[in-house]
């Protein structure tokens, strides 16, 4: 698997997020808060962090319709 393919598959900071896309942290944010990202879906906290699936959020911005996976 090469690396770009597990960065589309993996969990990172809203921070990171924010480096690949250009889109501000406070944007993120407000996205969540909204409702536009779901949580355990689109973003997870742990620790006092917070986390979002890159893959998933690409999904969300392309207009995909989510894909429910059983844990």
């Known amino acids: 698997m090469s690396s770009a393919s597990k ?3 993996s969990w990172m900071t809203f921070d990171k997020l924010s480096e690949l896309t250009g889109l501000s942290v406070e944007s993120l944010r407000a ?3 909204k409702g536009h990202l779901r949580e355990k879906y689109h973003w997870t906290k742990n620790k006092g962090r917070l986390f979002i699936h890159y893959g998933r959020f690409q999904e969300w911005i392309e207009g995909k319709k989510e894909t429910h996976t059983r844990a």
């Open 7 to 9: 960065l589309e598959l």
């Open 31 to 33: 996205h969540k808060k």
